[in-house]
């Protein structure tokens, strides 16, 4: 069975607006799925008011509320109350550094990486010094970007509280095995492991509790719905935590990471992003009792197989090339590497070919895309940075065929 990309992109009105446009800059925020927009469209013309009072406007906003929240909890195989809507994932990990950095202590270790995006760098880092901890960095290899896990071993200690690394870089694009990371993470120390999944979800949603991580989190902005940021925390870890809540609602769970309270119509609209799947299974493979999980991970499937086939074409093109340093991995083979491909031109700047790349119809950009140490690590100027294209499952053939026409005569 094949993705019908027919029918994923009629679910997206905005793909309609320029035929003759690529929009190559998923990784900065995807498109909203026409599900999405009708649960805002909803709320926001029958039930904007503040919810969970008694009468009925209120009552269905707590309701579109509750379905979203308690959808995603089983979407990522974990419980209701493991699970914070917040705003952003940049505030998310804020929190969660004043939540897990206050029982920090000095001659206490972390380990961060210069792969990540700096929401799930600078703010452990920052916690750390405030506490006088030891951070030591997991560093990429100089020339692809990649994280080795043999690297790791030897930063690991009986002090080592937490580590946080990216489920996926938004530069390397190559997803990092997060299961394997996290039991070798596990074996040589007590470390509890917190995961950056901004760039990995657009292409998979994870079954949580089988990575054995204890936090987690992603921008469902960037997975075709409303600018919400989804945080998991494991439940055993409360109690090392310092709740950000109002005095009056410490204990609760899904407040004590949220200390600005949730937007209303937004958190409804995230059931939008899990209508859009839903949608798309039933299409694909009908009517089933497997849990909601199990249904994304059979739609990941088709997901993974038409994403290498928009992703390789670009990848070849641009390994082949002299006058380009591709950053990641060069192909799809390993089914680990996403649509997101940086590279660097040459001979030219980078700021030079998005110009004529958007001139010619693509959407895509050039900088350091707030991964700013990575960029600085491999040694690229980061006010220019990389060229990045990043494609979902509802790009097309026809979207390839136009970047490598356009790759090819601006480079």
């Not at 080592?160 to 390397?172: E, G, K, L, P």
């Not at 719905?225 to 204990?251: C, I, K």
């Not at 030079?352 to 700013?372: M, P």
């Not at 390839?400 to 026409?405: C, H, P, W």
Request: hydrophobic share 35%; net charge negative; aromatic share 8%.
């Amino acid at each position: 069975m094949k993705l019908d990309i027919d029918f994923v992109r009629a679910q997206f009105d905005q793909l309609k607006d320029d035929p003759d446009f690529v929009f190559a800059s998923n990784a900065g925020g995807s498109y909203v799925s026409n599900q999405v927009n009708r649960v805002m469209e909803h709320y926001n013309h029958h039930t904007r008011v503040q919810p969970y009072s008694r009468f009925t406007p209120s009552a269905e906003a707590g309701k579109e509320m509750d379905r979203a929240h308690h959808g995603w909890a089983q979407a990522l195989n974990i419980t209701p109350d493991e699970l914070t809507i917040g705003p952003s994932t940049s505030m998310n990990t804020y929190v969660m550094a004043q939540a897990i950095g206050a029982s920090w202590k000095a001659g206490d270790e972390i380990i961060v990486t210069n792969q990540d995006h700096e929401a799930n760098s600078g703010v452990w880092r920052r916690k750390a010094e405030e506490m006088g901890v030891t951070i030591r960095q997991w560093e990429v290899e100089a020339d692809t970007g990649l994280l080795d896990i043999d690297a790791l071993t030897p930063l690991l200690n009986n002090k080592t509280r937490w580590a946080f690394f990216t489920h996926c870089s938004n530069i390397v694009g190559t997803a990092n095995p997060v299961k394997e990371i996290t039991r070798t993470i596990k074996a040589a120390s007590n470390a509890r492991v917190f995961i950056d999944a901004v760039a990995y979800a657009p292409h998979h949603i994870s079954d949580l509790k089988s990575l054995g991580v204890d936090g987690y989190t992603f921008s469902l902005y960037k997975v075709f719905g409303p600018h919400q940021s989804l945080l998991y925390v494991n439940a055993d870890a409360y109690p090392e935590m310092t709740s950000q809540a109002h005095y009056f609602n410490r204990g609760h769970p899904t407040k004590d990471f949220n200390p600005a309270g949730p937007q209303h119509a937004q958190v409804a609209a995230c059931a939008g992003v899990l209508d859009y799947f839903d949608d798309l299974y039933q299409h694909h493979f009908g009517s089933t009792e497997k849990s909601r999980n199990a249904q994304l991970q059979d739609i990941h499937q088709l997901i993974l197989q038409h994403e290498n086939e928009l992703g390789a074409p670009i990848l070849d093109f641009l390994a082949q090339r002299a006058d380009v340093h591709l950053i990641g991995k060069p192909h799809t083979r390993d089914n680990d590497r996403a649509p997101t491909i940086a590279f660097k031109p040459l001979k030219q700047s980078s700021g030079e070919l998005v110009r004529k790349l958007q001139d010619a119809g693509i959407g895509t950009e050039n900088g350091n895309f707030y991964a700013r140490r990575l960029i600085d690590d491999l040694g690229i100027d980061a006010e220019d940075g990389v060229v990045r294209l990043s494609l979902v499952h509802y790009g097309n053939q026809q979207d390839v065929e136009r970047i490598l026409a356009a790759l090819d005569s601006a480079l």
